[in-house]
């Protein structure tokens, strides 16, 4: 049986030119493609071949170096730097360049406003391609991790405890400082390179406490100053909040992604710092229109979403809303009979008729939440009812909470139940999360390398449009058409 064995000492290795290094077919060349295609001017960066000084990388060839390691989860800066040397499609795609650990991370922390309008433009040139439609967006949230440990997260009263002790600290340096000056025994060196550190603590430290201290409106309230002791910031990453997922607590930011209906690219994707989704989705609508550059029809979210202040702007402005709320998502309406979907209102006479028959009539407004009350006018008649026990157990009777806005939560509840939002809700798994997924499991991109909200977005922006070129190479059969095509379209 014979054997087939390589020889390093042969003359000719490689092929004698860089662009035969990969072939038609290899995915590289639809990011060499896209980048080509981009506005820089747009993104904000200026490209001068006059520039005067000492010369750098085409900052062309950095941001398709990103791109093309974020699309295959590999965004260490040193993997990159190792990938320039050995994998022959990123020598191919920096053209033999070679820029160090340090330089791709300094390009990728210099240009973070630019890296954030990567996705919009991609977002773009799908519409030119027919790629997004934008009729029907489906909105959803995931919890990505910061660059930041739980611990770091405190609140006011314990940053100002541990700043004391930081004073006292530089106090003692001091006195060290005067005794080795008087003595000259010893070498200070090592005494001001702590108390350089120390006070530089000290600054941050209070930069913090400026950052936490309450506005005006806020000090004029009796309850500030409790509401300063519970409030917390992290001081490695200001911007990034302690929210709870399915792996316990940790300091997160939390991802709205918004997706088209047609192929289920990504629109926008932006990081928030709010603990939930509740007040979230006409903010993305928003954002994903101007992307677009038109009004959506249709949206869609989980009952993550279902806040009737959030949604009825949106309502107003005559799109149609499939977002259940939470007894329809629990679906606890069906299984229990006494519901409070089970008690007819009155419109006229502003009451509710419970399953007994018995009328329940306005009884408080809790202005803060902008819900009325509604109850039996005597409270015993729960009590003597067959379905005391299963209705209610309170001694004061059954009560139901109705919205100011109740109307429009009772006409999205029914659009949700129809027919054609059930078939549309049906959808939003394989639209809306389907990126998420890639993202975090095939990407491994469930931390953020960078820090602050403008980095993060910027590295949300780099994931988003690796995840749509990814899926383009898919939707236009392959690699050899998606290049042609991103070669006839110029992005604006």
Known sequence: MAYRYGNRDQITFLPDSIENYVTEEDPVRVYDAFVDALDLESLGIKVDDKAVGNSSYNPVTMIKILIYGYSYGWRSSRKLERALHHNLSFIWLAAGLKPDHKTIANFRKDHKEPLKQILTQCARLCVKLDLIEGNTLFVDGSKFRANAGKSQSKRVDKWERYRTHVEKRIEELL????????????????INKELSNRRSLKAKIDQLLTEMEPDTETKNKDSSKNQRKSSSINGTDPD?????????????????????????????????????????????????EKVLDKPAKTICADAGYSSVEDLKPLVDEGKTLIVPNNEQAKKEAKDNPFAKSAFRYDQQNDTYTCPAGQLLYRYYYEANRDRYEYRLNSRSTCSFCVHFGKCTSSKVGRSILRLGNQQIKDSLAQVYESEEGQHI???????????????????????????????????????????NLAR?????????????????????
């Open 472 to 492: 383009m190479i898919t939707i236009l059969g392959g690699v050899k058409p998606l290049v042609q095509e991103l070669r006839k379209v110029q992005i604006t």
């Open 240 to 288: 990034c909040k302690i929210m709870k997922g399915r792996q316990g607590s940790h300091a997160c930011y939390n991802g709205q992604l918004v997706t088209d209906d047609e192929h289920g690219l990504a629109v926008s994707l932006q990081a928030s710092t709010a603990m939930n989704d509740l007040n979230e989705l006409s903010k993305q609508v928003e954002q994903a």
């Open 175 to 190: 006195e060290e400082c005067q005794k080795v000056d008087e003595t000259e025994k010893e070498s200070l060196v090592k």
């Open 425 to 467: 809700y049906a959808q939003r798994k394989m639209k809306v999360e389907h990126p998420f997924g890639h993202i975090k499991r095939n990407l491994g991109a469930g931390t953020f390398l960078l820090r602050g909200l403008s980095g993060v977005n910027a590295e949300l922006s780099l994931l988003a449009t690796s995840f």
